[in-house]
C-alpha cells in the first residue's frame, strides 16, 4: 500500500449514499409516537403582547398542547437563550426567549406553539390562536435608528447602540495631512441569508425513565446546541446529547440557538414525547438570521504615486433585534478590510445597531465580504481618479513576500494579533490578471463598445483569517475488527468532510480510504467542541486526527515490536497489517493488535503501553491562519434592462496544502455562486415598518445556473507553519470578493456612462436608475 490520499482528488466517499437518497437527515428520523410543532410567530415588527387565547385552538382535534410563555415550566421562566460570543463591547446582551412573553421585536418572532399529531393539525391549530398586539414604534432603518429621537427596537432602552467597536493603528490624521489624492465613498450593502437546500430542523425525545435527552438537529454546532439547552434546561451534561446527522447545508445561519429548537425540547420534556419541528421555506425567510447588512462612510488618502497612506471611517451594522452571536461579524468586518494591502494608518468606528429585524449573525463569509467590498471599491475609485489601471494600483500597494509573516497591527476576533503567516499576494494577483486577459481586454472592451455592447472587467483580492480556534477534537480508534475509526463533535453540512478527515488517517495508517469510517456531529463521540463555521474545520480537525491518529500508530508499532522483538523503526503498516519491514519477520493484523489491546486474557500489554489502541487530541491553534486570493470577472451589461451576465470568472486561490483539491475547487465554485447572489441578486427588502416583503423564493432570488459560470480556479499553495499539516480554511474564500470583482467589472463596462455603483447587491432597476442619474448628470452638464 503505497497510495498517498494527501493532496489527490478523492472522491468524496459521502455521495454514494446521498445521491441514491439514503441519507439519513432530521426529518428522516421517525419515533412513535412523535408530535410536531407549529409555531404562532408575530404579524408585527414591533409590538406589546396585552394577551393571548389559546382555547379555540388546545380545542381542535388532534392537537395535544398549545403553550405560550407562560406555560413553559418554572425553569425557563425569565431566561434568555445562552448569548454565545460574550464581548465587552456589548452594551446589553440581548438575546431571545425561547418564546416572546410581553414584547415582540421582529415579524416572525414565535410567541406560541401548536404540538399536534400532525403538522397540518398543527399549523391549523396555530391559526386559531388569538393574541392581542399593540404596535410600538419601529427602528426600521439603520442610518436613521442612530439618531438621537430614533424609535428604540426594545421598548426600555433609550437608544439603539448595541455595540460601539473602535479599531485602528498609525496616525491617520497625518496621513489625510499628507494625501495628494483623498477618495470618499457611502457604500451600503444589503441583507441577504444562507437558504440551504434543508432548511432548520429539530428533534427532541426525553426518555422519562432515565431523565435524559436526545436531540437531532440540522446544528453546525452540536455542542453549542448542547450548552444552551442545558443552561435553560438546567440539566445535567450527562443527561443530554446532540446529534448533527446528515445535514444539507448551514453557510453560517444554523450555527446559532433558536428558539424553536429550545422549545421543541422543553415540549418533548413536558409531554413526555418526541416532538419533531421542520422549518419550511417561509419561515426561513423570515426568521432564520440574515447578514450582510452594513453602511460604510469611507475616506482613502493616497500618495500622488497611489500608494496608499490611510483609511479612516464609519461603520453602521444592523444587527436587527437580538445579539445571538455577539459582534463576531462586525468586528471581522473591521479588522478584514485592510486586507492584502499595505496600510500605514487606520481608524473606524463601528456602531453595531439594533433594529426591529431578524438578528444578523455570521453568514458565508462573516462580515469579510462587506469589507472586502468597500477596500475594493476605494481603490477602483482611486484608481480611477489617479488615471491609473485598476490592477496596477493594487500591484502597488500589496503586501510583498518577503514581509510574510506580516503584523497588520491589529487584533483578531480570536483575541491574537493579526498575523499573516504566508501567501504570495503579488504572485496571485499577476496570475490571475494573466489568466484573465487582463492586458488585451481593453481592445476588446474597445470593439465591443463599438459594436454596441458593453463588457467589463473587474478585479479583486482578499485575505481570509480562517482556521480558528479556541480548538476542535477529533478520536482515532482502531476497532476489533480492524478498521478506523475517526470520531468529531463538528457536524458536517455537505463540505465532504468526512473524505478529507479519511485521507489523512488514511495515509497515516497507510491503508486504502475505504477502511476508515467517520463518525461526526454527535456530542456522545466526543465530550467538547466548538462547531463547524468559519473555514476552521480542515485546520482544528484535520491537525487532531493528524496527531490522534500518528500516536495510534505509533502504538501499533510499539505493540508489534514488542511481539516481534524488534525495534519500532523496524515496523512498518501497510494494508492494516503491521509487519517487520525489509525482512521475512512475523506480522499481525490491526485487527489482532486491537482485540489485544482490548482486554485479551493470556496477552500483556508491553511494559508503558496503555489499553486500547484509541487516542483523542484537541488542537488548539496559537492563532487564525489566513488564506488569499484574487478574483477577476468579466460581465456584459444591457444598460435597456439592467440585466449582467457574467461571461468568465476567474481565481487565483491560496489556501495553503490541499488535502483533496476536488473538495477545494468544489468549494472555491460553490462559494463564486454565492457571491454572485450576493451581487446581482439576493436581497431581504423591508417596508418603512421593518414587514419583510420577500418572503418566498419568487421575491427573494437565488444564483441559477443560468448565471453562474464555470469558474476557471487556479491554486497557489502557501503551507501555513501554524499548523502539522501546512493547511488554511478553504469554504468562504469563494464568497469573499466575489461582490467587488462583479460590481467592479460592471462599473467597468458602463464608463461610456459615467456610472458609479457603491452598493450590493446591484438590481437592474437600480442599474438602471444609476444608468438615467448619469445621464441627467452629463445633461446637466453640458447644459452649462
Request: charged share 20%; glycine share 8%.
Amino acid at each position: 500500500m503505497t497510495t498517498r490520499f494527501f493532496g489527490a482528488p478523492v472522491q468524496r466517499v459521502e455521495d454514494p449514499t446521498l445521491l441514491k437518497g439514503e441519507g439519513r437527515f432530521t426529518d428522516d428520523i421517525k419515533l412513535p409516537g412523535t408530535l410536531h410543532a407549529a409555531f404562532v410567530r408575530s404579524p408585527f415588527a414591533h409590538a406589546r403582547i396585552n394577551g393571548i387565547d389559546l382555547e379555540a385552538a388546545r380545542a381542535m382535534p388532534g392537537v395535544k398542547a398549545v403553550l405560550a410563555a407562560a406555560d413553559l415550566p418554572d425553569v425557563v421562566q425569565g431566561k434568555r437563550i445562552l448569548l454565545q460570543v460574550p464581548n465587552p463591547a456589548i452594551t446589553e446582551p440581548i438575546t431571545q426567549m425561547p418564546l416572546a412573553r410581553d414584547e415582540v421585536c421582529f415579524v416572525g418572532e414565535p410567541v406560541a406553539v401548536v404540538l399536534a399529531e400532525s403538522r397540518h393539525l398543527a399549523e391549523d391549530a396555530a391559526e386559531m390562536v388569538i393574541v392581542d398586539f399593540e404596535p410600538l414604534p419601529v427602528a426600521a432603518d439603520l442610518a436613521s435608528a442612530v439618531e438621537p429621537d430614533a424609535a428604540t427596537a426594545h421598548a426600555h432602552r433609550s437608544d439603539n447602540i448595541a455595540a460601539r467597536i473602535q479599531v485602528g493603528y498609525g496616525d491617520v490624521a497625518a496621513a489625510f495631512q499628507a494625501a495628494a489624492h483623498v477618495v470618499t465613498a457611502r457604500i451600503p450593502q444589503h441583507r441577504g441569508t444562507g437558504n440551504p437546500i434543508e432548511c432548520r430542523a429539530v428533534l427532541a425525545d426525553f426518555n422519562a425513565v432515565h431523565g435524559t435527552l436526545t436531540v437531532w438537529s440540522a446544528t453546525q454546532a452540536p455542542h453549542g446546541l448542547k450548552r444552551a439547552l442545558g443552561d435553560m434546561l438546567e440539566m445535567a451534561d450527562t443527561d443530554l446529547r446532540v446529534i448533527a446527522p446528515d445535514v444539507g447545508g448551514g453557510f453560517g445561519p444554523k450555527l446559532q440557538v433558536y428558539p424553536e429548537e429550545i422549545v421543541v425540547a422543553i415540549a418533548s420534556r413536558m409531554l413526555g414525547v418526541p416532538v419533531k419541528w421542520i422549518e419550511d421555506r417561509r419561515e426561513h425567510l423570515l426568521t432564520t438570521v440574515q447578514e450582510r447588512d452594513q453602511l460604510w462612510t469611507m475616506r482613502m488618502a493616497l500618495d500622488a504615486e497611489g500608494k496608499i497612506l490611510g483609511i479612516s471611517g464609519q461603520m453602521l451594522h444592523d444587527q436587527g433585534a437580538y445579539l445571538p452571536w455577539g459582534v463576531i461579524s462586525p468586528y471581522i468586518s473591521s479588522v478584514t478590510l485592510p486586507g492584502p494591502y499595505i496600510l500605514p494608518a487606520y481608524k473606524l468606528e463601528t456602531l453595531v445597531v439594533f433594529t426591529n429585524k431578524v438578528p444578523t449573525t455570521p453568514l458565508r463569509g462573516a462580515g469579510r465580504p462587506q469589507a472586502v467590498f468597500t477596500m475594493e471599491r476605494l481603490l477602483d475609485h482611486a484608481a480611477d481618479e489617479l488615471g491609473l489601471d485598476r490592477a496596477e494600483i493594487r500591484r502597488r500597494n500589496l503586501i510583498p513576500t518577503e514581509r510574510m509573516p506580516y503584523a497588520v497591527g491589529l487584533t483578531f476576533r480570536d483575541g491574537k494579533p493579526v498575523v499573516y503567516d504566508s501567501g504570495d499576494y503579488p504572485k496571485c494577483q499577476a496570475l490571475a490578471i494573466e489568466k484573465a486577459g487582463w492586458t488585451i481586454f481593453r481592445e476588446r472592451q474597445r470593439a465591443a463598445w463599438q459594436q454596441g455592447r458593453y463588457i467589463g472587467q473587474g478585479i479583486a483580492n482578499y485575505v481570509e483569517g480562517t482556521g480558528l480556534g479556541p480548538f476542535e477534537g477529533a478520536t482515532t480508534q482502531v476497532l476489533p475488527s480492524g478498521r478506523i475509526l475517526l470520531r468529531t463533535g463538528s457536524a458536517a453540512q455537505g463540505q465532504g468532510n468526512k473524505t478529507v478527515y479519511a485521507q489523512i488517517a488514511a495515509d497515516t495508517f497507510n491503508v486504502d480510504i475505504s477502511q476508515v469510517d467517520v463518525e461526526v456531529g454527535d456530542t456522545a463521540s466526543i465530550p467538547i467542541g466548538v462547531g463547524a463555521f468559519a473555514s476552521r474545520l480542515m485546520v482544528n480537525v484535520g491537525s487532531s486526527i493528524s496527531v490522534s491518529s500518528a500516536a495510534v500508530a505509533k502504538k501499533i508499532k510499539q505493540i508489534a515490536a514488542a511481539r516481534f522483538e524488534v525495534a519500532e523503526d523496524e515496523i512498518e503498516l501497510a494494508n492494516g497489517m503491521a509487519r517487520v519491514a525489509a525482512s521475512q519477520g512475523g506480522s499481525m493484523s490491526f485487527a489482532e493488535i486491537a482485540r489485544m489491546t482490548s482486554g485479551m486474557p493470556g496477552f500483556s500489554l508491553p511494559q508503558g503501553i496503555e489499553p486500547g489502541l484509541v487516542s483523542t487530541h484537541y488542537y488548539a491553534p496559537p492563532q487564525a491562519t489566513y488564506a488569499n486570493g484574487c478574483h477577476v470577472a468579466e460581465v456584459e451589461v444591457d444598460p435597456e434592462t439592467g440585466l449582467v451576465k457574467i461571461l468568465r470568472y476567474v481565481v487565483v486561490h491560496d489556501c495553503g496544502r490541499m488535502v483533496n483539491p476536488l473538495l477545494v475547487e468544489g468549494q472555491v465554485q460553490g462559494g463564486v455562486a454565492h457571491g454572485i447572489g450576493n451581487a446581482l441578486l439576493e436581497k431581504m427588502r423591508f417596508d418603512e415598518q421593518a414587514n419583510p416583503v420577500t418572503t418566498s423564493l419568487a421575491d427573494y432570488l437565488l444564483p441559477d445556473a443560468d448565471n453562474v459560470p464555470e469558474a476557471e480556479i487556479y491554486h497557489v499553495e502557501s503551507p501555513s507553519p501554524l499548523n502539522p499539516l501546512g493547511v488554511k480554511g478553504a469554504g468562504e474564500g469563494g464568497t469573499i470578493p466575489a461582490a467587488a470583482a462583479i460590481v467592479s467589472a460592471i462599473e467597468d463596462a458602463l464608463r461610456p456612462f459615467g456610472v458609479r455603483i457603491d452598493e450590493a447587491p446591484i438590481l437592474p432597476e437600480r442599474l438602471c436608475a444609476l444608468i438615467d442619474d448619469a445621464a441627467a448628470r452629463q445633461a446637466k452638464k453640458e447644459m452649462a
